[in-house]
């Protein structure tokens, strides 16, 4: 999938409050800061789309090759971000949403 098809999808799905999910991980309060509230969906969307092409990339999940991990590193608000996140039947799900180190 392309950048602008992947990030149409996932904003697309970021605008609707059942449309996405956070997949647990035990390091959630530092890693996904979507999923406990510390940056909003339509932060994320920000994110998203100031990604550039060098940006983006996607590969298989490590617990499932049939589904796609897509991983979007832009640079949001001075930072740079790691964004990664998948489809699964009509979700979102987001593994991790944080500036990196």
Excluded at 59 to 85: A, I, Q, S
């Amino acid at each position: 999938m392309a950048l602008a098809d992947a990030r149409k999808v996932f904003a697309g799905l970021l605008s609707h409050k059942n449309s996405w999910q956070a997949e647990f991980r035990s390091d959630m309060a530092t890693k996904n800061l979507l999923a406990i509230g510390e940056v909003s969906p339509e932060q994320v969307v920000e994110m998203l789309e100031s990604c550039k092409e060098t940006q983006y990339s996607f590969y298989p999940h490590l617990d499932d090759p049939t589904v796609t991990v897509h991983d979007f590193r832009p640079k949001w608000e001075g930072k740079r971000w790691m964004v990664k996140c998948y489809l699964l039947s009509s979700s979102a799900w987001f593994i991790s949403v944080h500036p990196l180190k």
